[in-house]
């Protein structure tokens, strides 16, 4: 009997397992590149460009948590496996989070439906309100507009 209650009580996929919490970001942000379908390089290269600047990972290390986070982004069954690592930091950094989700979400260049919901969806989750939401996105439109 307490063989079947732990075995319902143990985690069943990688994404389920307790995981530093950039790496939780890390595959958030992965699955906003993936929301639309299409995963291309441009925004792979975002999501590095975010873990070297934010958590100042060489590029090594960032490489290795991308990869880590790609594998978890495709096994996961919901963003909430990877928001319950994030929900725990401060607002203002869970609010850098949905910049640099809109930042991934900008950077092929394309914008769908699909990718303002998920934003949202994570937002909520994060317990970021509407009008913090809102300001991520200016920040992250101006980075993405002063860049090109």
């Not at 143990?10 to 993936?34: R, S």
């Not at 070297?52 to 986070?69: C, G, P, Q, R, S």
């Amino acid at each position: 009997m307490m063989d079947r209650i732990r075995k319902l009580l143990t985690p069943k996929t990688p994404a389920e397992q307790p995981m530093p919490a950039e790496t939780a970001i890390a595959a958030l942000l992965v699955e906003a590149a993936l929301v639309d379908g299409v995963y291309v390089n441009i925004e792979s290269d975002m999501i590095a460009e975010i873990l070297l600047e934010v958590f100042h990972f060489d590029a090594a290390k960032a490489d290795a948590v991308l990869a880590e986070a790609e594998t978890l982004a495709e096994e996961a069954v919901g963003s909430h496996q990877f928001t319950r690592h994030t929900k725990k930091l401060p607002l203002a950094e869970r609010v850098k989070v949905i910049e640099a989700i809109y930042r991934v979400v900008f950077a092929d260049g394309e914008h769908s439906e699909l990718e303002d919901a998920y934003v949202r969806h994570v937002a909520g989750l994060l317990h970021v309100d509407d009008v913090l939401r809102a300001q991520a996105r200016r920040a992250a439109e101006a980075r993405s507009s002063g860049a090109g």
